[in-house]
Each structure stands twice: as structure tokens, then as C-alpha cells.
């Protein structure tokens, strides 16, 4: 199992080198060319997410991108360290709107990546959160010597 991994500050400007490497590291693992373009707005998406959750709260540690080739298959993790709050506690006030908008953003992006990967997990806790999105490989070809 060969692991890439990538730590980037929350910056938005950072996200468009995180979908060139994942692109190129996907394309190595045997990713169908096909569902590249898939994987780069995936990434794109799953860490502009976790960007704008860093900078919600004021986190300057880096988002972490893990890109990960294993037998017949190809993972990518991106992860965050933006507590989530339990489900159901809200703030009352302009604040609670504030945290309703951002609430509905996040789950845009998460149909967003949703609906560009077929294989997704999200998890989240107080000590930040994970998308894990997983595609096929298929074999390079033989090389004949």
C-alpha cells in the first residue's frame, strides 16, 4: 500500500494544488481516465470544505489530504480539525443563523462530492472531521520487454 500524504494551510488558494496532485497521483494508481476530472472536483470540493471550516473557527493547523493505493482500489482522505458541536445543540440569536447558513453550505458540498463518487464515508467529532472518497483501479497494462 503506497500512501501520499499532503498538509496544506487553510488557504483557498491551496485547494487547486491539492486537485493537481490527487489528479496525478489517481493517474498513477490506474484511476480510469474517464472519472479523472471526477476526482479532481471531488478533492476540490472536499477541501474547500475543510478550508472554510478552518477558517470558521480560526484553526491555522494544515488540512490534511492522504492519498492512498491499494490493491484494486484507490482512496482519498481529506481531513479537517474543526470540532463539530452534538447534533440537535444550537445557538440562539444572529449566531445561530450564521451557523444555519454554514450548515447548509456543508451539506451542499457533501451532496456535491456525494453525487461525483460512488464510494464515500464522512465522519465528524469533536476533534474534527473526514471525507474518505474510494474509486477502482485497474491494472497497468503489462510491459513487454
Keep these: 500500500?503506497?500512501?501520499?500524504?499532503?498538509?496544506?494551510s487553510a488557504l483557498p488558494e491551496h485547494v487547486r494544488t491539492a486537485r493537481l496532485v490527487a489528479a496525478a497521483v489517481a493517474r498513477r494508481a490506474?484511476?480510469?481516465?474517464?472519472?479523472?476530472?471526477?476526482?479532481?472536483?471531488?478533492?476540490?470540493?472536499?477541501?474547500?470544505?475543510?478550508?472554510?471550516?478552518?477558517?470558521?473557527?480560526?484553526?491555522?493547523?494544515p488540512v490534511k489530504v492522504s492519498l492512498?493505493?491499494?490493491?484494486k482500489q484507490f482512496s482519498i482522505e481529506v481531513g479537517d480539525e474543526a470540532p463539530r458541536s452534538v447534533p440537535g445543540e444550537r445557538a440562539g440569536g444572529a449566531a445561530g443563523d450564521d451557523a444555519e447558513v454554514e450548515t447548509e453550505e456543508d451539506e451542499m458540498g457533501l451532496a456535491v462530492i456525494s453525487g461525483l463518487v460512488d464510494d464515500v464515508e464522512v465522519s465528524a467529532g469533536e476533534h474534527g472531521g473526514l471525507i474518505r472518497m474510494t474509486w477502482p483501479t485497474t491494472p497497468p497494462a503489462a510491459v513487454l520487454a
Design 30 to 61: 490506474g484511476v480510469d481516465e474517464a472519472v479523472l476530472d471526477e476526482v479532481r472536483l471531488a478533492v476540490g470540493e472536499a477541501c474547500t470544505r475543510a478550508v472554510g471550516l478552518h477558517q470558521s473557527v480560526g484553526i491555522t493547523a
Design 1 to 8: 500500500m503506497a500512501t501520499v500524504e499532503l498538509r496544506f
Design 68 to 71: 492512498i493505493e491499494e490493491e
